[in-house]
């Protein structure tokens, strides 16, 4: 949408006027709905970002973040996770309070292997998918929800 755009580009430009580079996103409780591509290019070196508390329902966008380690999507509608297999670096993601439902929304994280943290606190899927099978489902991970994957 229109208004999760300028929020986004207006972010960026301010960033890029303060000439520095931009490698922590804090974009929390803004309302966002959408990504837009053109302002994430320029964003490509950023390696941790906490788009928590949005509207976010899906985050395709986001594939172009290539540097991205941290990436904080807690409390979002978000169900689809198409586009963070792209995300070769991506070590941390939390999915806090989201509508991950079942194995297959994981399955853009399956060959991520970097990806050692996950948190799905408050997700559906955990109320209806054993853990060991969501270990499976993404094997690199070392921590599922802050503990550790063999506890």
């Known amino acids: 949408d229109l208004e999760s755009s300028f ?5 960026v430009e301010h960033w890029v ?3 520095r580079p931009v490698t922590d996103l804090a974009m929390p409780g803004l309302g966002l709905t ?3 591509r053109g302002p994430l290019l320029r964003l490509q070196g950023a390696v941790s970002a906490n788009f928590s508390g949005n509207a976010l329902r899906a985050v395709q966008e986001l594939d172009c973040l290539v ?5 904080n999507l807690d409390d979002n509608p978000l169900e689809r996770l198409w586009g963070l297999e792209n995300l070769p670096n991506l070590s941390e993601l939390s999915l806090r309070n989201t509508c991950v439902k079942s194995l297959r929304h994981l399955s ?11 948190d799905l606190t408050g997700c559906p899927i955990m109320e209806t998918t054993p853990r060991s099978e969501i270990c499976s489902a993404v094997p690199s991970l070392r921590t599922l929800n802050g503990t550790h994957v063999s506890d």
């Not at 853009?108 to 292997?113: I, K, T, V, W």
């Open 7 to 11: 929020v986004l580009e207006a972010a």
């Open 17 to 19: 006027r303060e000439g």
């Open 34 to 36: 959408c990504f837009r």
């Open 67 to 71: 540097s991205m380690q941290h990436l």
């Open 108 to 118: 853009p994280l399956a060959n991520l292997p970097r990806l050692v943290s996950l």
